[in-house]
């Protein structure tokens, strides 16, 4: 198994543009997370879905941030217009739906913002 | 907010010594996880333990969670210069969704 497959690995992109970050959860897996890492505020909750429906998008910080689940196999995480302070490490991650167990985390994206 | 609260912040000990790192949180919950993340990495899942239980056992890792005190203990025994990296501590509730600790950094020294 591949596990948790995102793309880009690294962005680097001016501030005004849109970024999109994607990510192929784990075959089989019903839940995707979204997470954002930050050496002020640590490892946040963006959204996540369900069956490929959103269930939890609080974490969201404003409206530039949107996420997607087309398909069971993908989601994007969109950003625009892009902002200095939202460059950061952006994980996604899949579970089994209904499972409280473990998540399987991608290797995250680094987007850096200028 | 984060839930959990890791303590401390950051730990340096020698190879072959013992690490423990604790984690506080403040809510209910069903079950409680660590991840280690090595540096520039996704987070790995370590170990689970559920709300009905006390103490568990993988490997070199040692866990414990004292739900009156809302709070959980890992600890890695001789520890390697390999198990550097940082370690979070997660809360289940209701739902799928885990909310992290702030991670304890340990560092090991060989």
């Known amino acids: 198994d591949a596990g948790v497959i995102q793309s880009p690995r690294h962005e680097v992109t001016e501030m005004g543009q849109e970024v999109t970050l994607r990510c192929k959860p784990i075959s089989g897996h019903n839940s995707l997370f979204w997470y954002r890492q930050t050496m002020m505020r640590g490892l946040e909750l963006l959204i996540y879905?369900?069956?490929?429906?959103?269930?939890?998008d609080s974490g969201m910080p404003e409206d530039r941030f949107s996420a997607k689940m087309p398909n069971a196999s993908f989601s994007t995480l969109k950003i625009q217009p892009s902002e200095p302070r939202d460059s950061a490490v952006y994980f996604c991650?899949?579970?089994?739906?209904?499972?409280?167990?473990?998540?399987?985390f991608g290797p995250g994206t680094r987007l850096t913002v200028l | 907010s984060q839930q959990g609260e890791e303590d401390p912040q950051a730990l340096s000990i020698q190879e072959g010594e013992n690490a423990t790192m604790n984690c506080s949180y403040k809510t209910s919950i069903n079950n409680l996880q660590w991840y280690r993340q090595n540096s520039g990495r996704g987070l790995v899942h370590l170990i689970l333990i559920r709300s009905n239980e006390r103490e568990k056992h993988s490997g070199r890792l040692r866990v414990t969670l004292d739900t009156s005190k809302k709070s959980s203990s890992l600890l890695i025994t001789a520890s390697r210069a390999a198990d550097t990296a940082s370690y979070f501590c997660?809360?289940?509730?209701?739902?799928?969704?885990?909310?992290f600790g702030a991670g304890t950094i340990l560092r090991v020294k060989s």
């Open positions: 991650a899949s579970i089994a739906s209904g499972s409280r167990d473990t998540q399987y």
């Open positions: 997660a809360t289940s509730g209701y739902g799928n969704k885990l909310v």
């Open positions: 879905f369900n069956n490929n429906v959103p269930i939890d």
